[in-house]
């Protein structure tokens, strides 16, 4: 068996310089040890069915055009779980909390696309007429000035409480919420159970 270049040893090899760079390099954190820990195995099993390809298959051509082929699904799998939707909000919310409201008729649709960003409103809640399920899982933040929570630019935080659910006029509604919070973020039960009691008063009485 000759063995010759392919997209999966060019791609592995290209992820060996990174691993190296990484562990020569890590950053004052030490996360490029951690990005080398994860590139070894991927780049081992990259290599071995890259050698088991060229081993068995007849064909050059035919060896390439499947690893091409393997690279653009795992690229395009990769993409999918990684589409998130940013909240852009209040530089000063009226509370620790900002939620969304699904499934609320006379609201707009949440927009559509691997990725989007929508402004929250100032008081913190953002209805919407789209369901729970047709949103993205993953969320990011900012704030109406551009500053990114959860970085380096700012001291403020979020994290994700809970996805739930409450009555009103005898309908129910899905919702989840986050907190933010320059101390991020420690919570109780008795906080969560306090703000659904509020915020299920509150859209009621609207």
């Known amino acids: 068996m000759k063995y010759r270049p392919t997209?999966?040893?060019i791609v592995?090899?290209?992820?060996?310089?990174?691993?190296?760079?990484?562990?020569?390099?890590?950053?004052?954190?030490g996360w490029g040890f951690l990005m080398t820990i994860y590139l070894i195995p991927v780049i081992v099993i990259g290599l071995l069915?890259?050698?088991?390809?060229?081993?068995f298959l007849p064909k050059y051509?035919?060896?390439?055009?499947?690893?091409?082929?393997?690279?653009?699904?795992?690229y395009f799998a990769y993409c999918w779980t990684q589409r998130a939707k940013t909240l852009i909000i209040p530089d000063k919310l009226q509370s620790q909390y900002v939620v969304t409201i699904y499934?609320?008729?006379?609201?707009?649709?949440?927009?559509?696309?691997?990725?989007?960003?929508?402004?929250?409103?100032?008081?913190?809640?953002?209805?919407?007429?789209?369901?729970f399920d047709s949103d993205l899982s993953e969320t990011k933040m900012k704030t109406y000035s551009g500053i990114n929570l959860n970085s380096d630019?700012?001291?403020?935080?979020?994290?994700?409480?809970?996805?739930?659910?409450?009555?009103?006029n005898g309908k129910t509604y899905e919702y989840q919420f986050w907190m933010v919070d320059?101390?991020?973020?420690?919570?109780s039960n008795h906080d969560i159970d306090s703000f659904k009691i509020t915020l299920q008063k509150q859209f009621c009485g609207r």
Not at 153 to 168: A, P, S, Y
């Open 7 to 9: 997209p999966l040893n």
């Open 12 to 29: 592995c090899g290209l992820a060996i310089g990174l691993a190296i760079y990484s562990a020569v390099k890590p950053g004052p954190e």
């Open 49 to 55: 069915a890259d050698f088991i390809l060229q081993k």
């Open 61 to 74: 051509l035919l060896t390439f055009v499947i690893e091409l082929l393997l690279l653009t699904v795992i």
């Open 103 to 131: 499934g609320v008729e006379n609201s707009a649709k949440l927009p559509d696309g691997w990725n989007y960003e929508i402004k929250v409103p100032t008081n913190g809640i953002l209805l919407t007429s789209s369901t």
């Open 153 to 168: 630019e700012t001291e403020l935080g979020w994290v994700r409480i809970t996805h739930d659910k409450f009555d009103c």
């Open 182 to 187: 320059s101390s991020c973020c420690t919570y």
